[in-house]
């Protein structure tokens, strides 16, 4: 077990010598927006105009730090430590007391001792990238007022942004106060303004009391925690470059689909469905082959690339000669689905056939035609992905795309036909997929998108006709339950709906609610309804067996 430590530590000697504090290169930047800096700043001064000596806390930090010594990693506090230390240099630079700005400066900066060999040093130490910029436009005595000079545009990274933002904010406010007041908060800081440092020597005991604190700071993911393992197992060359790459690439997805990314992983390497949560299964499934020897390996072989096949995937944007149109326009479909389970095969795809766009566009038809038809026959979660972890242990085996887990059953055609020939309208989350997917064959545009803000499934023969209404007369009362929620009777429109205009008769819908201000030119599917000049059970029988034809073809039905 190891040992636990936590109390409550003054401001004062949390920036002493009692703590070098460092912020790991797997933490996440400095993010603080100028609108937390400056609630810290207004807490403080109304805490201060309360004029009371109650102690104020500040909330928690989470360290790893051996007893005894000054070295500590920031699990959980960076953000505030980080702009405690751009307030106190803010104070240090704006007071005409010679003796309070050296008091203020040692609280920013270790002062050394010539005695011991002991260099200067800042008492925060930030990550690789920004540690050199935080020092010596904010540690150094005097920078603040450099720092404000500085164009925002010309900063390499968002989080020197965050601090040229956050020191201009705060700076703004202090300047208005008198020396007086500004006294008054430096020694109420230094007096009765408090931390709970929780400290203990080892980093996974550090992140289980983090992950349980409901803390103010910014949460570590199990992302961050593989990557502490990545760059603690490299020397410091190496480290440097592979944490920057890891960030880059951190940077390009954000943070929520850089975390996606590692769920997938995880499927591609493992090639089965998960049975514990990530932070568990992956180091066992995945990191610790790459532990210790080919940690950089990791970086360059897997989160890089991968990481671009990720994005490739998202936004459409695979590039090649001839034959990338085809491709996105296969991963835009995908993207309709309601689950990303497809994801890791498209991942490995790309990873191990991007130069060959043919083969990328046969295998991700076959994909699509699998996915569609368990998103059709609403396929739960477990056989689902048991279905994709197969298809991975078959393209691992080379087994390419005579993968049998690629290809539908004879039972699972049939059932896919048969959902798609049914009341379609009433299973509200694949009738709008397969009604585009429809719209893009009978337009001739393969993977279009639409600007639409919003896109809704009408019927023609409306579910409930006002009495005395024509399509009363047109169909029976049986008629209307065989044909009303099928595919041949439904069309999109670019609109809300509108529950008195849908009972219109067919002449009139057409000139009322399907065209009309908003217009129905960017569907086909529509457009071709309005060529008719009667809907009645014979067109919609027709239309029926066209467009139930035209989904059979294309996903050889």
């Known amino acids: 077990m190891q040992q636990l430590e936590a109390q409550e530590v003054s401001l004062h000697k949390v920036f002493s010598s009692d703590y070098d504090f460092r912020i790991p290169d797997y933490q996440r930047p400095y993010a603080w927006d100028t609108e937390q800096a400056v609630q810290l700043l207004t807490d403080l001064a109304e805490s201060l105009d309360r004029g009371t000596d109650e102690p104020y806390f500040l ?13 500590a990693d920031v699990i959980d506090g960076q953000q505030r430590l980080t702009t405690l230390t751009i307030l106190l240099a803010l104070l240090r630079d704006l007071t005409e007391d010679a003796e309070l700005r050296s008091d203020l400066d040692r609280l920013v900066t270790e002062p050394g001792n010539k005695v011991r060999r002991l260099a200067p040093k800042p008492r925060l130490t930030l990550r690789h990238r920004d540690a050199g910029f935080f020092a010596e436009y904010v540690q150094t005595k005097g920078a603040t007022d450099q720092l404000r000079s500085l164009g925002e545009d010309a900063l390499p990274t968002d989080a020197q942004k965050a601090v040229l933002r956050n020191a201009t904010a705060l700076h703004e406010l202090l300047r208005t106060w008198t020396e007086d007041r500004r006294l008054d908060l430096v020694q109420m800081l230094g007096e009765r303004t408090f931390l709970v440092v929780v400290s203990t020597p080892d980093l996974d005991s550090a992140h289980r009391i983090f992950s349980v604190m409901n803390s103010r700071g910014m949460d570590l993911s199990p992302t961050d925690i593989f990557k502490s393992h990545i760059i603690g197992a490299l020397d410091a060359t190496a480290s440097e470059e592979c944490a920057r790459k890891w960030e880059d690439a951190e940077e390009a997805l954000g943070r929520d689909d850089f975390a996606d990314l590692f769920l997938h992983l995880r499927m591609v390497f493992a090639m089965r469905r998960a049975e514990r949560e990530l932070l568990k299964e992956f180091p066992e499934q995945v990191l610790n082959a790459y532990l210790p020897g080919k940690a950089d390996s990791f970086v360059n072989d897997v989160v890089v690339p991968y990481a671009d096949a990720y994005a490739q995937i998202r936004d459409g944007g695979y590039v090649a000669a001839s034959g990338a149109e085809q491709v996105n326009a296969w991963f835009r479909r995908l993207q309709q689905i309601d689950n990303n389970d497809w994801r890791p095969a498209a991942l490995w795809a790309l990873r191990n056939h991007g130069g060959d766009p043919a083969w990328l566009d046969s295998f991700l038809c076959a994909l699509e035609r699998l996915t569609a038809s368990m998103f059709l026959r609403r396929v739960y979660t477990t056989p689902r992905v048991t279905r994709h972890a197969d298809l991975l242990r078959e393209l691992d085996a080379g087994l390419g795309l005579e993968a049998p ?153």
């Open 59 to 71: 909330g928690s930090v989470v360290l790893v730090k051996a007893k005894g010594g000054a070295p």
């Open 405 to 557: 887990s690629l290809a539908l059953t004879d039972a699972e055609r049939a059932e896919t036909l048969a959902r798609l020939d049914g009341d379609l309208y009433l299973v509200t989350r694949t009738r709008k997929y397969v009604l585009l997917r429809l719209d893009e064959m009978l337009a001739g545009r393969p993977g279009v998108s639409y600007d639409h803000g919003l896109i809704t499934v009408e019927h023609v023969l409306p579910q409930n006709p006002k009495q005395g209404s024509q399509w009363l007369s047109t169909f029976t009362d049986e008629q209307r339950g065989e044909w009303t929620h099928r595919l041949g009777n439904l069309v999109l429109l670019s609109r809300s709906k509108n529950s008195y205009a849908q009972n219109y008769d067919f002449t009139e819908k057409k000139t009322k609610y399907f065209t009309g201000k908003h217009g129905v030119s960017t569907f086909a599917l529509t457009s071709q309804v309005l060529q008719h000049d009667s809907w009645a059970p014979d067109q919609l029988r027709k239309r029926q067996h066209r467009l139930l034809g035209l989904l059979a073809d294309e996903w050889n039905l």
